[in-house]
């Protein structure tokens, strides 16, 4: 008696070069967004006077821990960031089906976070994030949707006139 097994692999390997290069791009994207974080805070302190204008009563102290959680923060998002692009690398190299749910949902989730993070509004009414510090963050994101439309794209042409 054999056992069959369900093949969940995509034989559709046209896009996967495009799609590769989004998810490589967003890869980069997400580590040079947290790289700027780092940058940000040895040099210019985009997001230090940023905090000193929101919170003119803070000291130096408070001001540097408020600036240390934010790059903890960042940093993890960041780091979760690269486990996605990771694993979505992964599954479309491998050719699975599900590799367009995974992006899809990847994006989905890494956007509205950005998003969230981009407008948060903390205890004095201000966001927390600098403007160009969010949207920085944000710009994985277009990667992301890039590869989401091409690989979605690749399926509606695939089974368009196919029947159901």
């Not at 590769?20 to 940000?40: C, E, H, K, Q």
């Not at 690398?89 to 599900?98: D, S």
């Not at 950005?114 to 201000?126: H, I, P, Q």
């Not at 994985?140 to 042409?157: D, E, H, M, Q």
Request: net charge positive.
């Amino acid at each position: 008696m054999t056992t069959r097994t369900r093949d969940t692999r995509t034989t559709d390997t046209s896009i996967r070069g495009p799609v590769l290069a989004s998810l490589y791009t967003g890869l980069i994207l997400t580590v040079l967004s947290v790289a700027f974080v780092f940058v940000d805070r040895a040099s210019s302190g985009l997001l230090a006077a940023h905090l000193k204008e929101s919170y003119p009563s803070y000291g130096p102290t408070r001001i540097e821990e408020a600036v240390t959680l934010w790059t903890t923060v960042l940093t993890i998002v960041g780091a979760l960031g690269v486990v996605g692009w990771i694993l979505a690398i992964w599954a479309t190299r491998r050719g699975f089906r599900w590799a367009g749910w995974l992006m899809a949902t990847l994006f989905a989730v890494g956007t509205a976070l950005g998003l969230y993070l981009l407008t948060v509004r903390d205890t004095s009414g201000d966001t927390g994030l600098p403007t160009a510090l969010g949207v920085i963050g944000l710009l994985p994101s277009a990667a992301g949707l890039a590869a989401v439309l091409l690989t979605w794209r690749s399926r509606k042409s695939v089974t368009r006139g196919m029947p159901a």
